[in-house]
């Protein structure tokens, strides 16, 4: 099974300022038809996942262009800049290439 | 709107049985496949089963494979989750989701609570 490992586990930051997170799979995640299905969902607090960024680093609609997705084959970042009050919650990267599907453990992001 | 509407949890006794639905809307559901994601209590995601649009393809994480069947009837636009000989480690909130591969859509989820 592919293991997806996300750093932090936690982050703390204020509002403005910007945050990344990590995550970093054990195989590459480059599928036979050349995509790599490597996905981001955040979940705030009480509420269902919901995706932001699907194949690395495309935005899902109505998804604030402060968010960003980059990396390639096992090495993979979410960053936020000017972070706002609204993207309180833990943020997961999840992996569809391969079955098992696999998620990190998440980030939780708490505004300091 | 694409909506995706669980239903069919509840507090089931180790050992019993479960039958989980999910109802599609707003999208053509016999052109996607399909997922159930599951969350314990306090934990993270976990990745339960997939099917493809014409229940060619099924796959099932390790933890369930032999206990639940995913099936889905694009007639009635609606996927389930046959869940048999449950475990208390299998209480958790579990949605469905579009797209086999990058989960698109998620549902609000249906809480499945196994003890005696």
């Known amino acids: 099974d592919i293991v997806m490992t996300q750093t932090p586990l936690s982050l703390s930051v204020a509002i403005g300022q910007s945050a990344s997170i990590s995550c970093k799979s054990s195989?590459?995640?480059?599928?036979?038809?050349?995509?790599?299905?490597l996905n981001w969902v955040f979940q705030s607090p009480g509420q269902s996942p919901k995706r932001l960024i699907y194949q690395v680093s495309k935005l899902d609609s109505g998804v604030p262009d402060r968010f960003s997705g980059t990396g390639s084959e096992t090495d993979f970042t979410l960053k936020i800049s000017r972070v706002e009050a609204e993207d309180l919650g833990v943020y997961y990267c999840?992996?569809?290439?391969?079955?098992?599907?696999?998620f990190g453990s998440g980030t939780k992001l708490e505004i300091k | 709107e694409v909506q995706l509407v669980e239903s069919g949890g509840g507090l089931v006794q180790p050992g019993r049985s479960l039958k989980l639905s999910c109802l599609a809307s707003?999208?053509?559901?016999?052109?996607?496949?399909m997922n159930w994601i599951r969350q314990a209590p306090g934990k993270g995601l976990e990745w339960v089963a997939s099917i493809s649009s014409s229940s060619s393809y099924i796959y099932y994480a390790d933890t369930v494979k032999g206990r639940f069947t995913i099936s889905r009837d694009n007639a009635k636009n609606t996927l389930y989750l046959q869940m048999t000989s449950l475990r208390s480690e299998d209480t958790a909130l579990y949605y469905c989701?579009?797209?086999?591969?990058?989960?698109?859509?998620w549902g609000q989820g249906v809480m499945v609570t196994v003890s005696s």
């Open positions: 195989q590459s995640l480059k599928y036979s038809d050349g995509k790599t299905y």
């Open positions: 999840c992996q569809g290439s391969y079955s098992p599907l696999t």
């Open positions: 707003g999208f053509t559901f016999s052109n996607y496949g």
């Open positions: 989701a579009r797209r086999r591969m990058d989960f698109d859509y």
